[in-house]
Every structure is written in C-alpha cells, then in structure tokens.
C-alpha cells in the first residue's frame, strides 16, 4: 500500500488580492480539497532513525502511529520503511527508505487528497504547475507531484475509496520561503488552484520571525479548504534553522510542549520568541525533520 497515499490535503497557497470575478469563479466552481485534516507531512529521515522520529512526534503532540510497513511508494522500483502518524495538530507520512530514493522524491513537502483527480492535475497545468512526476496508480488511488513557481513542490493524491478523519485541534502552517521576485506568481497562481483567501500580507512583518531581529520582510498568510499557508518573501540571507522547517504547528501551551519534546529527544534550535502576536520557537525531531511550533502571545 503505497503511503504516499496516506498523505493528504494540507494547505495549498492562495491570491494576493481576489477580483469580484474570481470570487464568483470559486462560487460556481466547488474547492478540490478535501479538508486540511487530509494534508501530511512527508518526512524522509534513515530507516534506522524512523521508530525514535515517530515516537518523539507522538510524545510531544499527542495522537498515535500505525505500525511501520515495508512498502513502494514510487512508480519505479524501490523499498521503503513507512510510518504515518495522526496528531491534533497535522499529520506526517515519514520514510526511512533501503534502498536510494528514486528522483525526484523527498523533495516534495506534502500530500494534499484532492476530490477530483483529474480536475485537479488539469488545473495545476492550468495554474502554471510543472508536472514533474506524472500521474500513477497506487492501490488505494492515484497520485502526482507538481512544483509551483518559486519551485514549491507538492503530491497531490486521491482515494478510490474517500478516507474520513476528524477535523484538527490546530491546522497547522505550511511555511513557503520564496524569493520576492516570484511571491505575487506563486499566491496568484495557488490561490487560483486552492480557492484561497488571503487573510493577511504584511510588507514589514518583524524579521524576528526569520532570524534577522534587525529587519523586516513580507509575509503573506492564506487559507483554503487545503489549510493554510505562510508565504515568507525574503532575500536568502537566513541564519540556521530558518528556511528548513516546512511546517508550523500550533499548540495551547508552548513551554509545556517544549518540555515534553525535550523529553523525547527534541533539539530547541531556535530559543522562543515573541512576534507577530504568537510565542514560537523552532525545533529539531531525532532525524533531522525541522518545524516551527507556537502558542498564543507570551505566556
């Protein structure tokens, strides 16, 4: 059973500024979401690390795991270890792989279940989406991987059968660092794809949120049926760790989170912060597997 397929829709992007036509276009036209409860995570990490990476997402989060499986989530030959693993604030589809990952897999940040396969893959290319894996059968459904403009890279995957999974505590973040050259293409042609709303485009959001506590950068905040997602236009002068979380995941109680991830074997790779109304910090899973996790303002 391929798990690529245990992936789901998460957030995907939105418009920067949505015409009174585009609005009776999502009117007359229904979202190709499913619901943010069906947007995973994929995280690769080595098939020895895979149990200490699952077990430490559970212990900080909450949720479970199903059972590891050897499986091939790919259309070309390979073996992989496969873990998914339901929490309140999102979920993940991890791989420890045996054998090498076949390309361009590993690049792709989430699985979004779409309702109509078909309608969705033809409205990616319409939206200026490459099709770098081209559509493949699994045995449960169908699965693509598409790159957006600013070289986003996303599966988009359908159910023969539709999954049911309750709606999330939190829907998390899903953070897009991208140039400020290509924001505007990449909201407009998301927000066309997913029907999104932009919520928020700040061009002098604090800089703290990005490790340059001197500085401010644009941050534009949408949502969809999909989820939602943070778009951080910034000029790539980043210090570690910011730029390789993928998502950001919110929690009632920061510190006490903090304190159950450090028990699990979480590195705090960013200490807390206050900013843009939220106390965040970053953090590192056994792995290697980078995220964002926040609260409300200071507690």
Known sequence: MPLTKICAAFAILAAASLTFAAR???????????GPQYGTVHVYVGPGELEHFTNSLVATFGGSKMQALAVTVTPTPSETLWQAVVTPVGSFSAFGFKTPIPYPFGRERTGYLVSDFDAAVTSAKTNHA????APFPDPIGRDVIVVWPGGVSM???????????????SVPDNRVYISPD?????????????????ISDDGNAPGIEIGQPNDSYRRVQMESQFGKITVLATDGHL???????????????????????KAAGVTVVAAPYD?????????????????EIHSGATQ
Request: glycine share 10%; aromatic share 12%; hydrophobic share 40%.
């Open 130 to 133: 490459d099709i770098v894996v």
């Open 155 to 169: 599966q988009l995957y359908w159910h023969n059968t539709p999954p049911h999974a309750p709606p999330l505590h």
């Open 275 to 291: 900013a843009g109304g939220r106390r965040a910090a970053m953090v590192q899973f056994p792995g290697g597997f980078i995220a």
């Open 239 to 261: 210090p570690y760790p910011y730029g390789h979380e993928i998502t950001g995941y919110g929690v009632d109680d920061l510190a006490d989170t903090l304190a159950k991830a």
């Open 182 to 198: 290509r924001t505007d293409e990449f909201v407009r042609d998301y927000g066309a794809f997913a029907q999104a709303k932009v």
């Open 24 to 34: 009776d276009a999502r009117a007359q036209n229904p979202s190709l979401a499913v």
